[in-house]
């Protein structure tokens, strides 16, 4: 599984990063970062929630 992050969309509410904080990061500027492009398998469920729960939508996975 692989993480995309539409940036133009993200307002970096952190929604994710509260969710899976071992794979997406905030900067002290506020831009996103996945810490890990290639989701490991104890990570994907909670990935998963975090893509579902993003208010702006901005998250998608591929499989």
């Known amino acids: 599984m692989k993480v995309i992050v539409d940036y133009l969309v993200c307002e970096a ?14 900067d002290d500027e506020d831009n996103l970062h996945v810490l890990l492009p290639d989701v490991p398998a ?3 469920d909670k990935v998963r929630h975090a893509v579902r729960s993003c208010p702006k939508a901005a998250l998608s996975v591929t499989e």
Request: glycine share 6%; proline share 6%; aromatic share 6%.
């Open 13 to 26: 509410n952190a929604v994710c990063v509260g969710l899976a904080p071992d794979v997406f990061d905030l």
């Open 42 to 44: 104890d990570q994907q």
